[in-house]
């Protein structure tokens, strides 16, 4: 089996019985050479077209807000989210304002190449829907941008803690490295296995985080991905991405489907399935709402 790094195989049309089985028992899959070199270059260049198109339109996004399509009406909202610390300066070009760039959601439907990705690409489609054993519904977007020395951390977060999905089991995640992701870039870290456990309570820290005593970090995984390689990974799996320490740019695409047959479900509902191991709801909704909770007492 032809490999790109260190135990991660390019992806080949159908996945085998054993990588499925890898996924089942890690909560994670990472192959290679999901996506060309030309679609690589394509979707970098995508993202910058749109981000520079957008700013340009609403002056208000240099401030990190969201923003709504005049040309499609019924879109979601984009929403562009800069590094902590950033702070508007008149001065700053839109070039300027891209090196400062955390977080871009809700772009899928603003241009024809992301449609494209999530829709009709011939392997990211096929591959969610083969680990998830039914047809997938996109219901999330972003792309994820560590700028150089500055990117900073993502914490370690079990995406579900973020949704509100039934069953817990029905979602997936695709992130779709655009730069090669180093260690020193910021790839993700894994903790293979640990989404056959529970999940965890979740508190608002440096940003919606597990808390700390419920983590079990000894066996940490680094998933370094080659431009164009990607991991499909459970929303139930605990991960994380250290802080950019290079002088590299590290583009991300991460798309979250989920199965046909799920539902989205009201936040009471959910705060009897997403619960920690003594019952405690562990979204991070819940999180902030314990957190209010406790202010209102101060």
Not at 100 to 123: A, C, E, I
Not at 236 to 260: G, I, M, V
Not at 275 to 280: A, I, M, Q
């Amino acid at each position: 089996m032809q490999m790109t790094g260190p135990g991660i195989p390019a992806h080949a049309p159908g996945l085998s019985p054993e990588l499925v089985e890898r996924y089942r028992n890690e909560g994670y899959l990472a192959l290679g050479q999901v996506l060309t070199p030309a679609e690589v270059a394509e979707a970098k260049a995508t993202l910058t077209e749109l981000f520079h198109k957008i700013v340009n339109n609403d002056a208000s996004l240099k401030e990190g807000k969201f923003w709504n399509s005049t040309e499609s009406p019924d879109a979601r909202r984009f929403f562009v989210q800069y590094e902590p610390g950033y702070r508007f300066d008149a001065r700053s070009t839109v070039a300027d304002l891209e090196l400062k760039v955390r977080k871009l959601m809700w772009f899928t439907d603003q241009h024809p190449f992301f449609d494209s990705l999530v829709n009709s690409h011939p392997v990211i489609r096929p591959v969610v829907e083969t680990l998830l054993g039914e047809q997938a519904l996109l219901f999330q977007d972003m792309a994820l941008v560590k700028p150089p020395f500055i990117g900073s951390e993502k914490p370690w977060h079990q995406d579900n803690a973020y949704f509100e999905v039934a069953p817990l089991t029905a979602t997936i995640g695709v992130w779709i490295a655009l730069d090669d992701a180093t260690v020193e870039n910021g790839c993700m870290h894994v903790l293979p296995g640990q989404h056959n456990l529970r999940p965890l309570a979740h508190y608002h820290g440096v940003d919606c985080q597990i808390v700390e005593s419920n983590l079990d970090t000894g066996q940490v995984v680094p998933v370094e991905i080659a431009s164009g390689g990607a991991m499909f990974f459970s929303g139930l799996l605990p991960h994380q991405t250290p802080p950019n320490a290079s002088p590299l740019r590290r583009r991300a695409l991460q798309f979250h489907f989920r199965a046909a047959s799920s539902r989205i479900v009201s936040n009471e509902e959910y705060d009897r399935l997403f619960v920690d191991r003594d019952g405690t709801p562990a979204s991070c909704k819940a999180a902030s709402t314990r957190r209010k909770s406790a202010a209102g007492k101060l």
